[in-house]
Each structure stands twice: as C-alpha cells, then as structure tokens.
C-alpha cells in the first residue's frame, strides 16, 4: 500500500496531538513539520522522531511528494495556511474554528469544491462511541421527536487573571474565544447528534476578567500566579470568559446552554442532554464511556461502552472491546483514518465535518456575537449547501 505523506503545521499541543494520531493510521507517514521558526520545528520533529522540518510551510506546499496537511496553528493562521494548501493542491485538515470571519470560511469551501480535495474542519468531539451510539438512537426512533437539548462546555483553566495563553489576544484567537473555542464543539456536537439545525439564539457574553496579567517571558499557562509584578504586563482584555445562549432549532425544538473557561475543577466538561418524546440520553465528556438513559415509566441506565452492545453504525467507531477505554485521543485516531480514506480514494463516503460544517459554526458564532450585543434574538441563516453525507435532517 502506498504511503500518504502528510505535513504537519503547527507545534503547540494540537500539532503534538495530531502527529501521534496521524502515527496510528497504517498509510499515512508525517514526512514533515512546520513552525514559526527552524529551531521550533527541529526541536519539535526531533521529539518526535520526524526527519523534515522547516520554519516557513510554504517550502513544503511545493512538494509534490506532500498530499496532505495539519493546519495546526493559531487561529488567525488557518485561513492563509489553509488556502495557501489548497491552492497548491494539498489535501487540508484545519483545527477549528475554521477561520476567524464567515468570509474567509467561503473562501475556503469554494476552493476546496472547486480542486476536489478533501476538506476536514477538526470537529472530533463527534466521535466518541458513545456520543456515536446517540446519534444512532435517534436515527433509529428511540428517543421520538426531540423536545429540548441543553448542556455545557465548562473549563476553568482561564479562571485566574494571572492565566495567560496565546488565545485570549484578539489579534491571535479571533473576535471570539471561549465560543469560538469551544462553544462550537457544542453546537457541531448538538446539530450531528440530533439531526436539527440550529435556527435562531439568543446570547449572552461576558468577560469578567477586563485586564490579565500577560508575562514578559514564556511560561507555562497554570504557571502565572506565581509570578511577580515586574514579571507581567497588565492588559485589556477584549474576549469573553462565558457565554449563556438559547437555543431554537428547528421549527419547534428549544435549548440552552452555557460555555464557560472560568468554571473552578471542571477541567473540559463538555455536557450534552437531549430530551425527546419517548425518552432521553445525556453524556457528559469527562466521563466518556458512560451514557445515561431516562425513562419516563421504567427505570433509567447508565450504560458503559461496549462495542458488542453499541448500534450497528456506531460500533465502528469504537476499536477495543467493552471496559477498556477510549477517550480523546482516540477521537483524532477516527477522524484520521476517515479522512484518509478519502484522501486516497476522491469516491469514498465523507464520515466528517468538512469545510462547510466549519462555515456553520462561524455563521452561528457570528449570530451569537451579534445578539449579545444587541440584547436580542438572532436568525441563523439556513445552509446554502449541506454536506453530500453526514447530513443533518433541517426541521
């Protein structure tokens, strides 16, 4: 089988993460890294046992031998990465959100329509076995017609105004960043789950951190709250900590949720909960392999992964047998081995979000932002293209 040699852009947690994900897909070979500057690339590629490294990724983008590429990197640097990607005939896998404006996402759906290349905005947290199995229920009727969902996304390493990561500057992160992190790993999360679009919100942002502690040196992010004043800068702070929204979706289903990166001990909640007329399923990210189902006349489960007792259609994505666990990682490890498939057959079925799906999320974010700031609901405009599969049933 032939080898697929794959760049990877980017060498902060997420570049780390991919690589030994991509590692875990049999055909696929990391050929080379990219960062900021040589020494981090090197440094990084040495770490990790890989050969190529550079520090402008454009050096790799005329390489013929390279058929995909990693955007992971800051987020105001995935619209210019990834078309540069594109342009240059590169399959592209792009951490999320997908760019920092509803423009720029266009641009990339159109291109990557336009080349026929394989498109993936990294939402992974669809890919649990168990999120997987709720997906399937309702497809299969089980949980009738959804009434409500609700949940969270609750971090709380941003909790302290002395916490500092290249996410909270604007100019790195976009407009948004606790939404745009990680409020839109719900929303995709929501919408693949149920089938239904979200059609309108209602939002309430709030920073309540106005100035951080922003440190002269390099350190790590829990580290600033043991630093002294001459050790930081005090600045202003233009993006939210928590986010509140309301939920329409579809003609007649509601929700709520809260996003949140300054919730003390929860380290990465991200909690769904969807309710429907014959009974409901609520998963909660902290506790992956667990699922728990109510009733409204028989008592409730709380069901623990095993790939032998999952739906059909979901026990693909579950790898090793009932009690052994499978946890983020192993979300990226689906994906991959997804996308790759595609990569090297253009006629395989598409099992990820795609380019279009990233577009969704900014459309969202950007109606959250907007109705936040005008105190006021705000109508999300319906897909101009759904994805040819994965799609979601609009009602």
């Known amino acids: 089988m032939r080898k697929i040699k794959t760049a990877v852009l980017g060498t902060g947690f997420m570049g780390r993460v991919h690589t030994e994900g991509i590692r875990r897909v049999g055909n696929v070979e990391v050929a080379a890294i990219a960062a900021s500057s040589q020494e981090k690339a090197r440094k990084f590629a040495d770490e990790l046992g890989v050969e190529r490294s550079t520090g402008d990724y454009r050096t790799l983008l005329k390489d013929p031998e390279i058929n995909a590429v990693h955007v992971c990197t800051p987020n105001a640097l995935h619209f210019p990465m990834a078309k540069a990607a594109l342009e240059a005939g590169k399959h592209v896998l792009c951490e999320k959100p997908l760019a920092t404006s509803v423009e720029e996402a266009q641009q990339m759906v159109d291109l990557a329509r336009a080349k026929n290349l394989a498109n993936c905005t990294f939402h992974n947290l669809r890919y649990y076995p168990m999120v997987q199995h709720i997906r399937r229920m309702r497809e299969a009727g089980e949980l009738g017609d959804i009434y409500c969902v609700q949940g969270t996304y609750s971090q709380d390493w941003l909790l302290y105004d002395t916490d500092w990561n290249w996410r909270i500057d604007s100019s790195a992160n976009g407009r948004s960043r606790a939404f745009a992190d990680i409020g839109t790993h719900w929303c995709d999360m929501i919408e693949h789950v149920t089938g239904l679009r979200i059609t309108s919100v209602c939002a309430d942002l709030q920073t309540f951190h106005k100035t951080r502690k922003r440190p002269k040196g390099s350190i790590e992010t829990f580290a600033g709250k043991m630093s002294k004043p001459e050790d930081y800068d005090v600045v202003p702070i233009d993006t939210e900590d928590y986010a509140a929204v309301l939920l329409r979706l579809g003609d007649r289903t509601r929700g709520a949720f809260t996003v949140s990166q300054v919730s003390a001990g929860r380290k990465n909640r991200l909690a769904i909960e969807i309710y429907g007329t014959k009974g409901s399923a609520a998963w909660d990210q902290e506790k992956p392999d667990e699922l728990w189902l109510g009733q409204r006349n028989s008592p409730n489960q709380v069901i623990v ?91």
Do not use: C, M, N
């Open 305 to 395: 992964k095993d790939p032998s007792l999952l739906h059909e259609k979901a026990r693909s994505y579950a790898d090793l047998p009932g009690g052994h666990s499978e946890g983020y990682d192993d979300t990226f490890k689906q994906v991959f081995r997804r996308f790759y498939r595609t990569v090297a057959d253009r006629s395989a079925a598409v099992e990820y979000a795609q380019f279009v799906d990233g577009l969704r999320q900014l459309q969202i974010l950007d109606k959250v932002l907007e109705s936040s700031s005008k105190h006021a609901w705000a109508d999300v405009p319906a897909p101009k293209l759904e994805p040819k599969s994965e799609q979601k049933a609009a009602r």
